[in-house]
């Protein structure tokens, strides 16, 4: 390239120049525009995006508070405690299974200390536990059990000054009677009370053990006052002819067990015996002599 020709490059014709001095003017425009206009993006508030913003920095306390919060113990009886609340507790397998063969005998815990000699667990597991123990009213402390001890022997002695004892049959007691007893409020003699009603009358009193807080002191105590001294008038369960329904309320029946019984005598004839019942799968054999003074085999 020679000198002589660079000036030719610098030559426009009249369009040219008018399109190079418009192509400027835009650059310079531009240039301007960014440079004075604000091109950040401008945030809209909207009043539901608060809301909602507001409402989850209060969940997000609330699940902190769940948490940090420990599930709340209610009072329960020792010696009703399930698998799976001991296991919550802290107990093992072992002293749980200690416990529930201990109440299989008919047994209960009446303090900390007991609970602790039957389950054997560690004095710190007990100290955490302890104080969830709730135990029927006349064992919620040692003077309640020391005035008990006084009152039996008392009565013990009361009693060994006659030369009989007079017996109340237990079908015959009111609640008067019943109340006299240590240990027997309004609600417990309510409860059998109410048990008498539904049987129809009490064969044994054997049956006080199905009443409920009835502890076996307490037992104890009654069979020292009452017993079964005639079997009650009641109109007994004709096992051979009544239905299924009327069978399935009888106390002793499930309906399930009452549906076993209705086919085995479908199946195999009149029942004769209580021994006939005790064939039957899920029938109480240990209570099979009590169940049997209900029943007609006729």
């Known amino acids: 390239m020679s000198f002589k020709t ?5 030559k426009f014709t009249k369009e040219q120049r008018t399109g190079i001095f418009f192509l400027f003017l835009i650059i310079v425009i ?3 525009v960014y440079f004075f206009v604000d091109f950040s993006t401008v945030s809209k508030e909207y009043p539901e ?3 909602w913003l507001s409402l989850q920095s209060e969940m997000d306390s609330l699940k902190m508070d769940s948490k940090n919060s420990k599930p709340k113990i209610y009072l329960f009886n020792p010696n009703f405690i399930s698998d799976y609340k001991g296991y919550k507790l802290g107990m093992s397998v072992q002293e749980i299974d200690r416990l529930l063969a201990f109440r299989k005998e008919n047994k209960y815990v009446n303090s900390a200390k007991e609970f602790q000699n039957v389950t054997r667990v560690s004095d710190s597991l007990l100290n955490v536990m302890a104080p969830y123990f709730k135990f029927p ?3 919620n402390n040692k003077k309640q059990n020391a005035k008990f001890k006084e009152y039996t022997s008392y009565q013990n002695q009361a009693f060994a000054k006659k030369e009989k004892i007079v017996f109340i049959d237990i079908n015959e007691a009111t609640k008067e009677d019943l109340v006299k007893i240590y240990g027997i409020g309004d609600a417990i003699s309510s409860r059998i009370l109410k048990q008498k009603e539904l049987l129809g009358g009490f064969v044994s009193m054997e049956q006080m053990k199905e009443v409920w807080g009835l502890s076996p002191e307490v037992i ?3 069979n020292a006052h009452f017993k079964v001294l005639a079997l009650p008038r009641f109109k007994k369960i004709e096992i051979n ?3 299924l329904k009327e069978l399935s309320k ?3 029946f499930r309906y399930s067990l009452a549906k076993e019984i209705v086919t085995y005598r479908s199946m195999n004839g009149n029942i004769k015996n209580v021994e006939d019942l005790t064939k039957i799968k899920g029938f109480p054999v240990d209570k099979a002599n009590l169940i049997g003074l209900y029943l007609d085999f006729n």
Do not use: G
Request: aromatic content about 22%; charged content about 15%.
């Open 30 to 32: 531009l240039q301007l």
């Open 241 to 243: 002819n009544v239905s």
């Open 137 to 139: 009213d006349w064992v």
């Open 49 to 51: 995006k608060q809301k």
């Open 220 to 222: 104890e105590n009654l």
């Open 250 to 252: 009888f106390h002793y």
């Open 6 to 10: 660079i000036p030719t490059y610098f």
